[in-house]
């Protein structure tokens, strides 16, 4: 994929150009960072993979990274190597950007690192749940590797694309209780706070950050609610994505 003579990538062109257009989507994703946001506690925020910094729209104050520039990103810097002190952060958050890290474990190790105490990591990201992994595996651009291992170690690759990914990293990692302990075992500085499961038919229905919708945005709102009153063990096998909080001990 070129980049446009501003040095932008175009991926991130098309996507801002959706989010611009498409008010659904904005809806969607205002709902997602109100969330994030409830999750932290007062201080800071840092918000890592920000795209194409649409989260200040609902936040201004948050300080934005990520590892391709775009106006409204403060610091392009890997995720895998913050340029900030430790614990200075109150809350990170993350929006679809874990399966997309190379080396999650590592990641995770940095996140704590600029935590404070009682500071909190609160991620929303793709679930392999019963209904949404036949979506993802089959029309879905992004893979699905449920065989990967996400603890591994993984050699860095200067030439990696950005948007490569595995969808299966944050279920691999945070969708069981065995799992979960690994990585409080492996992570020992963070606590797996909760795990929770949503976007059931708004999200799916939205298309996403492709242009074409199945919901208007009217519909958005009482989607949203009709979601919340649907029993957590039927979510766990229809939602889409999965809202998990760490919190650093």
């Not at 709102?221 to 939602?239: C, F, G, I």
Request: hydrophobic share 45%.
């Amino acid at each position: 994929m070129t980049n446009n003579p501003a040095g932008l990538n175009q991926r991130q062109i098309v996507h801002r150009e959706v989010w611009e257009t498409k008010r659904a989507i904005r809806l969607l994703y205002q709902d997602y960072h109100r969330q994030l946001f409830e999750n932290c506690p007062e201080g800071a925020i840092l918000d890592i993979g920000g795209g194409t910094a649409h989260i200040k729209q609902t936040r201004t104050d948050v300080v934005s990274v990520d590892i391709l520039r775009f106006p409204g990103i403060d610091v392009v810097a890997d995720a895998h190597r913050l340029p900030f002190q430790g614990s200075v952060f109150g809350g990170v958050v993350m929006l679809d950007v874990l399966h997309h890290l190379e080396r999650p474990i590592e990641f995770l190790n940095e996140a704590s690192r600029v935590l404070k105490p009682g500071g909190r990591l609160v991620m929303i990201e793709p679930a392999m749940t019963t209904l949404a992994r036949r979506f993802y595996d089959h029309f879905h651009e992004e893979p699905v590797d449920m065989t990967a291992d996400p603890f591994a170690p993984v050699p860095i690759d200067p030439n990696r694309d950005p948007f490569d990914a595995n969808q299966a990293v944050p279920t691999l990692l945070f969708a069981t209780e065995p799992a979960r302990r690994r990585v409080e075992q492996t992570v020992p500085s963070l606590r797996v706070s909760s795990v929770d499961w949503h976007s059931l038919f708004a999200y799916p229905m939205s298309g996403g950050l492709q242009r074409w919708s199945l919901i208007p945005a009217a519909l958005v709102s009482p989607t949203l609610q009709l979601e919340k009153m649907v029993p957590a063990a039927l979510r766990k096998h229809l939602a889409f994505r999965m809202i998990v909080v760490l919190e650093r001990v």
